[in-house]
């Protein structure tokens, strides 16, 4: 069966300090993966994708994700976080069982400090 | 090119009540989810459909919830009766290509008093 683990449900951080949202993903298939981002109030909006190209995956507002198949891993970073990053972050794992599913992390809500 | 649409936008009815909600995808996109996003949670797929067909309706609760997409372009999805549990966000989302990226719409707030 296919899941998302989001390990962290909230994260803090300070203003100008790395941002580091942890995901793991189980598939049997090859996966397709994304981060989406949700400000409050907001639409979900794609910051990157990862499908099957390059491991490191460069993404919207300087976020960046890699891809680590040995760990089951796609987590995502930002060297220096901004004010404005405060908002709800999911992992999703698409995989091809038969259907095109789009399987959804539990989301981790990132919180910026002044 | 025009992104997902849905509306309402927000709508609040008591429970017992009916509701419906409407989206019309990103033109030539043939493969339709309507997800249900609780507060504080992940959102989690209703129905998907591909064309005007249904591919996955496993989590739609049947005895309340229906959903239709019969022209293969717009589609609605209404909840009768509603039950207080029923409060959520209701998104609309579509994909060009498979497994490709997830366009969204707004999303439909729906409280159930």
């Known amino acids: 069966a296919q899941s998302v683990t989001q390990l962290d449900s909230h994260v803090s951080v300070s203003e100008g300090t790395p941002v580091l949202l942890r995901c793991n993903y189980s598939?049997?298939?090859?996966?397709?993966l994304f981060w989406y981002v949700q400000h409050p109030n907001k639409g979900l909006q794609l910051l990157l994708k990862?499908?099957?190209?390059?491991?490191l995956v460069k993404g919207i507002n300087g976020f960046e994700a890699e891809f680590k198949k040995s760990e089951t891993s796609f987590h995502l970073t930002k060297p220096s976080a901004h004010m404005s990053d405060a908002a709800e972050y999911f992992c999703?794992?698409?995989?091809?069982?038969?259907?095109?599913?789009?399987?959804f992390g539990t989301g981790t809500r990132l919180k910026v400090l002044a | 090119e025009a992104g997902v649409a849905q509306s309402p936008r927000y709508k609040i009815i008591e429970k017992r009540q009916s509701v419906a909600f409407w989206c019309n995808p990103i033109s030539g996109h043939a493969t339709l989810y309507w997800y249900q996003q609780i507060l504080g949670q992940g959102p989690k797929l209703l129905i998907q459909f591909q064309n005007n067909g249904v591919v996955d309706d496993s989590q739609l609760p049947k005895d309340r919830f229906s959903a239709e997409r019969l022209k293969g372009v717009d589609s609605t999805l209404k909840i009768q009766p509603a039950k207080l549990e029923d409060s959520a966000v209701y998104l609309c989302?579509?994909?060009?290509?498979?497994?490709?990226?997830?366009?969204f719409g707004s999303g439909t707030q729906l409280s159930v008093l």
């Open positions: 990862y499908t099957s190209a390059a491991t």
């Open positions: 989302a579509s994909i060009h290509m498979r497994g490709g990226e997830l366009f």
């Open positions: 598939s049997s298939y090859s996966p397709s």
């Open positions: 999703v794992v698409s995989v091809n069982s038969g259907t095109y599913k789009y399987i």
